[in-house]
């Protein structure tokens, strides 16, 4: 944890604004709902309500399952969805507020990983004329957006002079992602948003581009938002993780904490449902029951509490708090971490 | 399912009113005075000025087309200059007598277009595929009204078999089906109506089918050990739905495509009236028939959906 | 014609496999090698043109009927150098006589003029009325529907559905329609064919540009902070021209078909000019002296519309592949 705001005081950007204790980007209870075609007055919850903040120089990790909402999330940090409500702060300026940074600004400094490695690239262009194209669009004239092409596919390990002329086509799956992270990197932001970038991938490849990603985190001193359904991926990348169910946090807490004593009943329920490599230790029953909830009508109260085992009254009455006090707390939106809520076993659960 | 015929149906009226101001336009867009258009020859003043009055040609132009739309959905289609006759009786006629052609080329077309394509599509590659292929690209590149004129040359010229123009010896009041001496007259213009229908049909419909063998859900029925004419009649249930867009969209070929051929066999239907109406610089019946035509051919199109989504239950959810 | 004649092959010599040709994500060329990043070999690569040039290069059937079509162009444009004769020459004696008659190879006309001639010359208003129509339709209807796809919304429905209006007219009789009103003429002519032709352009346009705008790059472009024109410019016309001109050439015959059916009907081009379409309909009374003369325009119209259909479906194979 320390190693990473020791980087972040190393690395001295001149962009910096608001020095290394300023987190890098705040979201403040975003939300967007999308419009269901037909049913009139009913909305997909995608994002209801999401606050987190990313220091400067460390990866955030965002695990959860299909559909709760974390592509929307990626892509309205980056303002190619508007948000309906909630605020962005990056580095101390209000994103498209009066007096803060504007959302142009925003894109020299944020970019995106996407997770679909082949439709992420223009199939007419050559590769190395995609990853050109951020630079020439920010104003770098054609020859010297060529060479910083030439130098970022270098940087992704991919010969410039062999790699360049080719059409996506013609790459691998893992050729193609590093091709993409070679696009991002080339307009020299200072965070990356990476929407399930190795979950395309083949497991040998995956370990390489993740290698590739941490490497080039240190040598740019990036700061990473880590977005995957593979929870050993997220693991092994991030510094602090948040769970995200049904387009809410519901637990946020350094890596190894979380990994190692998951507070939430669907954290927990996700670990366990991993399989595991030892014939000797099978699942006997799925430790998630039921299916996914619909987004456009969740439950009332606690949103998880119709799969979780541990559900009581309190549960559907109230919607718990995610309490977290300090970058490193580990905390779970859930009754039975507070106290105070009435739940049967609130009292028992302390704070890790 | 129902909301679907319903906006399906809902969909179709702004079509039809976009459709009306097309044809309403069209007096405009020819040359000279819109009046002139509709005025025979030898007016007097007082008929121009009445006519004025009556068609509201001092009005507007949105004014207008409200006043023809009113007078169009009463059946008043107007009057027409060569002949003085009401329009809509003229059109009426005429469509009954090219639907008598549609009602005989329609079949011929569908079936014989979708067997052939079914063929060709189950032995792709194979010489019957090629030659099928070949005889729709061929079937598409052919003028009809020329192929008209060389089944006539081949038929009534040379051999004499078939005659050559007309609806019937005794002209269209007395015309009995189910007798050779009338439905000789039909053969050869069904044939040549039904030509570039079957090319397209072919097409399509080898193109569907040949897709659909191969996905896998064909591959599953084989596993399943099914005979080849099981698979095959499921293949071709699937095939039916692309398809029959396709053959909505000839049937409205049939009604446009007809001019030519009626032309050339002089065949007293809807095309042949459009015809003379061009020659005789006929406005009003020029309008009165492509607004029939053109609304037919929204309404064919409006079923032909619906029947697409009975069909092809994907389509349903609207 | 779907006639293939050979297999579409990558820039490493090897066949593309059947999933690649599709688009689906295949079995990645590198897959068996050690997942180095210099694991390709060094061979020249080849751009997206450039492999339509090699499978064009290797599809004989294409490349025979693209010879005929540059045969019939070049005796249009050349015909006053070609033709035997003067086709407005008329004769009194010489009329409707058959093949080979004092030297007309081909026969005369009702006129006594040579049908050689006037095939010839009437080839000039045939590719006219054939290329022109669709050439403007192509750019407007390309440019509306780029525009509607790329903006979406209430501007892409309102384009959409004021296609969809045209769309509910049988071409032919939208054609008749126009050019009848306006008083026939080669120019109303090419006014309404072009009419015709827009509304189908600009939904393939409008599709594929949708079809686009849907996929990642676009987002990543906008990411970078690019305009929509620049987008537009850089990412999404070189996706969109592919299928836009595919069916802008199949469009050609389908033009000059109607275009003969608008002279034959007397609203083309207007005697003596030499026009097939018009020249069918002023034989047609008299196939019961010379019949097969009288055919010929026809033959004319067929051979060109057969070959430009099948260089178009060659160009589809060709240009289709996914990549």
């Not at chain 2, 051919?297 to 409006?302: E, K, P, Q, Y």
């Not at chain 3, 045939?126 to 529907?145: C, D, K, Y």
Request: aromatic share 8%.
């Amino acid at each position: 944890m320390s190693a990473a705001l020791d980087l972040a005081a190393r690395v001295t950007d001149p962009r910096d604004r608001g020095g290394p204790r300023q987190p890098l980007l705040i979201a403040r209870d975003l939300r967007k709902h999308f419009a269901v075609k037909g049913a009139k007055g009913k909305v997909v919850r995608a994002v209801d309500g999401i606050s987190f903040a990313v220091r400067k120089g460390e990866t955030l990790g965002v695990v959860g399952e299909s559909g709760c909402g974390k592509s929307t999330l990626a892509r309205l940090l980056l303002h190619l969805i508007v948000p309906d409500a909630g605020e962005l702060v990056f580095d101390g300026e209000a994103v498209g507020a009066p007096g803060g940074i504007s959302v142009g600004a925003l894109r020299r400094q944020a970019q995106m990983v996407f997770q679909d490695s082949y439709s992420s690239l223009n199939p007419r262009m050559p590769v190395r004329d995609s990853v050109a194209f951020g630079p020439y669009v920010q104003g770098t004239k054609r020859p010297e957006a060529r060479d910083i092409a030439r130098r970022m596919l270098g940087q992704v390990g991919l010969d410039a002079d062999l790699f360049g002329p080719r059409y996506p086509h013609e790459l691998s799956g893992g050729q193609k992602q590093r091709v993409n992270i070679a696009r991002a990197l080339a307009t020299g932001p200072r965070m990356v948003v990476l929407d399930e970038p190795v979950s395309a991938l083949d497991k040998s490849v995956e370990a390489q581009v993740l290698n590739l990603l941490l490497d080039l985190k240190q040598r740019f001193g990036l700061t990473y938002l880590f977005i995957s359904h593979d929870l050993g991926v997220v693991r092994f990348v991030s510094d602090r993780v948040l769970v995200v169910y049904l387009g809410r946090v519901v637990e946020v807490g350094p890596s190894e904490a979380l990994f190692h004593e998951p507070k939430h009943p669907y954290t927990r329920a996700l670990l366990a449902s991993r399989p595991s490599m030892d014939p000797a230790r099978r699942i006997e029953e799925a430790p998630i029951a039921g299916d996914p909830p619909n987004p456009i009508d969740p439950p009332s109260g606690c949103r998880f509490r119709t799969r979780c085992p541990f559900a009581e009254a309190v549960c559907a009455a109230r919607e718990p708090a995610l309490a977290a006090d300090g970058w490193d707390a580990h905390a779970a939106a859930c009754h039975m971490q507070d106290a105070g809520s009435g739940h049967s076993r609130a009292a028992s659960a302390g704070s890790a | 399912m129902r909301t679907y015929i319903l906006r399906r149906i809902l969909y179709a009226i702004p079509i039809a009113l976009g459709v009306s101001i097309v044809c309403f336009s069209l007096v405009y867009i020819a040359p000279g005075d819109p009046l002139e258009t509709v005025l025979p020859p030898d007016a007097t003043a007082a008929t121009i000025a009445q006519i004025k009055h009556i068609y509201g040609f001092d009005k507007p132009i949105p004014v207008q087309y409200v006043i023809w739309l009113g007078r169009v959905l009463a059946g008043n289609f107007g009057i027409s200059i060569a002949d003085g006759r009401p329009v809509i009786l003229e059109v009426g006629q005429a469509l009954k007598n090219t639907g008598l052609l549609a009602l005989f080329a329609v079949p011929l077309a569908f079936t014989l277009g979708y067997a052939m394509g079914a063929v060709a599509g189950c032995f792709p590659g194979g010489w019957l595929d090629r030659t099928v292929t070949g005889a729709a690209v061929a079937g598409v590149s052919v003028p009809n009204y020329w192929l008209g004129i060389v089944l006539v040359i081949l038929f009534s010229v040379q051999y004499m078999w078939l005659p050559a123009t007309g609806m019937g010896p005794d002209g269209v009041s007395q015309l009995h089906l189910l007798q050779w001496r009338d439905l000789q007259y039909f053969v050869l213009p069904v044939i040549t109506l039904a030509m570039i229908p079957i090319g397209i049909i072919a097409r399509s419909t080898r193109a569907a089918v040949a897709e659909i063998r191969n996905q896998d859900f064909v591959q599953t029925l084989r596993a399943k050990g099914l005979s080849e004419w099981a698979v095959a009649r499921h293949v071709l249930k699937n095939a039916l739905p692309p398809v029959m867009a396709v053959m909505g969209l000839q049937f409205g070929y049939l009604l446009g495509g007809s001019i030519l051929v009626e032309t050339v066999f002089s065949w007293p239907g809807s095309g042949f009236l459009l015809s003379k109406a061009i020659i005789n610089r006929d406005v009003p019946v020029l309008q009165g028939t492509i607004l029939a035509l053109s609304m037919i051919f929204v309404a064919t199109n409006l079923i032909v959906d619906l029947l697409q989504s009975l069909v092809d239950p994907r389509l349903r959810r609207g | 014609m779907t006639v293939m004649a050979s297999q579409p092959v990558m820039a490493s010599g090897q066949p593309m496999a059947a999933e690649q040709v599709m688009g689906l994500p295949g079995p990645e060329p590198d897959a068996a090698a050690a997942p180095d990043a210099h694991a390709l070999p060094a061979i020249t690569v080849r751009s997206y043109w450039q492999s339509v040039g090699y499978r064009l290069r290797h599809d004989p059937a294409t490349l025979c009927f693209a010879a005929i079509v540059l045969l019939i162009v070049l005796a249009a444009v050349f015909a006053p150098l070609v033709a035997p004769d003067n086709p407005f020459q008329e004769s009194i004696i010489g009329r409707l006589k058959p093949f080979g008659w004092r030297g007309h190879l081909l026969g005369t006309d009702e006129l006594g003029r040579d049908m050689l001639s006037r095939l010839l010359f009437g080839g000039r208003v045939a590719l006219l009325m054939g290329v022109v129509p669709v050439l403007i339709a192509s750019v407007v209807g390309g440019t509306l529907g780029v525009i509607g796809g790329f903006a979406g919304g209430m501007i892409n429905t309102a384009t959409m559905r004021t296609m969809d209006v045209f769309y509910a007219f049988p071409s032919v009789l939208l054609a008749v329609a126009i050019a009848g009103a306006m008083g026939g003429g080669i120019a109303n002519g090419m006014i309404a064919l072009t009419l015709v032709f827009i509304p189908p352009i600009c939904r393939v346009a409008e599709t594929a540009t949708t079809q686009v705008r849907g996929l990642d790059f676009i987002e990543a472009a906008r990411a970078s902070g690019a305009r929509p024109l620049t987008i537009i410019r850089h990412h999404v016309l070189g996706n969109v021209l592919g299928p836009v001109f595919i069916y802008a050439s199949s469009l050609v015959s389908v033009s000059m078909l109607l275009a003969s059916g608008l002279s034959f009907l007397g609203l083309g081009v207007r005697p003596p000019t030499p026009d097939w379409g018009l020249m069918l309909s002023t034989l047609r009374q008299s196939i019961w002296v010379v019949p097969w003369v009288c055919a010929l325009p026809g033959v004319a119209i067929f051979i060109t519309s057969f070959c430009f259909n099948l260089v178009s479906d060659g160009l589809r194979a060709a240009m289709d592949v996914r990549m």
